[in-house]
């Protein structure tokens, strides 16, 4: 190796994994139960997400704008590829003249060669650097990928609550018109006053009025599923059936379960690259050495030009003496570049962690508030009936019998409410274990 190369080489140090990786406990708050199936979603018992995801994979505009960028960076990876190899190009002329009334024809056919000797690495460093890049583009699709059927399943299933939560309400505007009758029957008993009739009529009204906001709620979740998938604008979507959660997800080592995640390995794939463009930096600030080759064939006859050939050969160096700091002004940019990427890794890696860390605490929480719930429905319910049996038996406590109602329908949405977030928040735990999905060759395999 020459000695301007080791100079290069000891300027530049590829930082080892564990050293710039932040410390993470060994285990997360809590374990799971089972392994996750790399296509994650397989583990939920809702069959129809499989089909919306594979549809939204298919015609979502956001994952194809990073398909896009992918084959961007691997046509700029092909590119950096090509200065590895020397060029080559031809020329052609052909000319016609008059010299005292004598015409003239000549032709001249030439080819000539270029090639930069990689002396100090700049052209291999650029290369592996745009490598990486692409490697990183490709990463960032696969967390795009999930991202997006993370963002398929959360939609079905608020399409599904938005459906049971306007039921609910239809139901609670049935049976207050139901106990709006038996107050009119016993207001005009003299059992109750007008102002009874007209707070039960208010709770109608309310009702109504939350009926209205529902439908609306419904629709605009439909159509943002409909973006989602490409525009498929189905207008007749129920959601998610039921509210059967697949079991917890196995965690594994905290380390391990992160540093699998396509996001986390696309910013250490950009730390890498940032590695690569230092050293390529450094090696611009050394000569360049130019290696060029021509030959020429310049005959008056057209028959015989290939017979006779003129060929040269050059090389040359060229160094910088004086940029005005240019070149050192580039290498502390990429240097600060590298720093930048470093910090941003070890940011997602945090980030990462505690996506898993806060889905595993909310969702113990929301196990225990979604069985809380279910106890509050169940007496809310018990007061509700025993206050309209004493209504019908001519009791007159209608003030007791109003808040039971309110509370009823108050803890009902509650429960639906808490069962969508303990949905949602399991959705975002497999999303945040999620390596990279398998590719469909992968899976037809």
């Avoid at 102002?195 to 209205?212: D, I, K, P």
């Avoid at 505690?354 to 113990?364: I, K, P, W, Y």
Wanted: charged share 20%.
């Amino acid at each position: 190796m020459p000695v301007w190369a080791l100079v290069v080489s000891a300027c530049t140090v590829t930082p080892e994994r564990a050293s710039v990786e932040p410390s993470l406990p060994d285990q997360f708050v809590h374990a799971g139960e089972q392994a996750a199936p790399d296509l994650w979603w397989q583990a939920w018992p809702q069959q129809e997400l499989g089909p919306l995801i594979e549809q939204a994979f298919s015609d979502n505009p956001g994952l194809a704008q990073t398909q896009a960028r992918l084959g961007a960076a691997q046509a700029s990876l092909a590119s950096s590829q090509a200065e590895l190899f020397p060029s080559l190009s031809a020329s052609a002329e052909v000319s016609d003249g008059f010299a005292d009334s004598t015409a003239q024809h000549s032709t001249r056919i030439g080819l000539a060669a270029a090639y930069e000797v990689d002396l100090w690495g700049r052209v291999r460093n650029q290369r592996a650097a745009s490598l990486l890049e692409a490697q990183a583009t490709e990463q960032d699709l696969r967390a795009a990928e999930i991202s997006l059927s993370a963002s398929v399943a959360s939609l079905w299933f608020q399409i599904g609550a938005a459906r049971e939560r306007l039921d609910l309400i239809r139901i609670d505007r049935r049976n207050y018109e139901t106990t709006l009758s038996l107050i009119e029957t016993r207001y005009r008993q003299g059992q109750l006053s007008a102002g009874n009739v007209l707070q039960q009529r208010q709770l109608l009204e309310s009702t109504r009025a939350s009926e209205a906001s529902a439908v609306s709620e419904l629709a605009v979740l439909r159509h943002a599923l409909s973006e989602t998938l490409g525009g498929d604008w189905q207008e007749d979507w129920n959601g998610a059936k039921n509210w059967q959660v697949p079991p917890m997800p196995y965690t594994g080592v905290a380390a391990r379960s992160v540093m699998r995640r396509p996001d986390v390995e696309q910013a250490w794939l950009r730390v890498l690259a940032a590695d690569h463009s230092v050293g390529a930096a450094i090696a611009a600030r050394f000569p360049q050495l130019d290696l060029s080759l021509s030959a020429t064939s310049n005959n008056a006859g057209a028959l015989d030009v290939f017979d006779q050939w003129i060929g040269s050969m050059a090389a040359s160096l060229l160094g910088p003496i004086f940029d005005g700091g240019a070149r050192r002004a580039e290498v502390e940019r990429q240097r600060a570049i590298l720093d930048q990427r470093i910090a941003e890794f070890r940011a997602q890696t945090l980030l990462a962690f505690r996506e898993v860390q806060d889905a595993l605490v909310n969702d113990r929480a929301l196990q225990q508030r979604v069985a809380s719930l279910l106890e509050q429905q169940r007496l809310s319910d018990a007061a509700v009936q025993s206050l309209l049996v004493q209504l019908r038996h001519g009791a007159s406590d209608f003030p007791s019998l109003l808040d039971a109602q309110i509370s009823f329908s108050a803890v009902k949405r509650d429960l639906l409410s808490a069962r969508q977030q303990l949905v949602e928040n399991r959705i975002t735990l497999y999303r945040a274990l999620a390596g990279p999905l398998p590719q469909q060759e992968d899976i037809n395999a």
